[in-house]
């Protein structure tokens, strides 16, 4: 079984920064696809971005140019640096891992709030 364990949240004023990372414990699979969604309140869960084992990365615009992910196959890690944050990026952030013709596993979530 493969657990993702999310970390990096919290609380950054407007402007501010903060980067998740996600790591892959239990039976480490070759992970194909990999990256982030969020959901805020009453909303429904986004893509965010992801990147693919070669590198190729996609980001939704709202987030270009202030998002940049990252992955190290190796460690099974995939992150996300967050920059020039706004409030309407508030939201439970969750990453994601899909094995190859195989599940995607699913992070537990972490919070970020963007708020002065």
């Known amino acids: 079984q493969v657990q993702l364990v999310e970390s990096g949240g919290g609380l950054v004023q407007p402007g501010g920064s903060l980067r998740l990372s996600c790591a892959a414990s239990?039976?480490?699979?070759?992970?194909?696809?990999m990256g982030w969604y969020r959901q805020a309140p009453g909303k429904q869960r986004e893509l965010v971005a992801d990147?693919?084992?070669?590198?190729?990365?996609t980001y939704r615009t709202f987030v270009k140019g202030r998002f940049t992910i990252s992955r190290d196959n190796a460690k099974s890690t995939v992150s996300l640096q967050m920059d020039n944050l706004k409030p309407e990026d508030s939201a439970v952030y969750y990453c994601?891992?899909?094995?190859?013709?195989?599940?995607?596993?699913w992070g537990q979530g972490t919070q970020v709030t963007v708020s002065s």
């Open positions: 990147i693919t084992s070669g590198g190729s990365t």
């Open positions: 994601f891992a899909d094995v190859s013709f195989g599940p995607r596993y």
């Open positions: 239990g039976i480490i699979f070759s992970f194909n696809l």
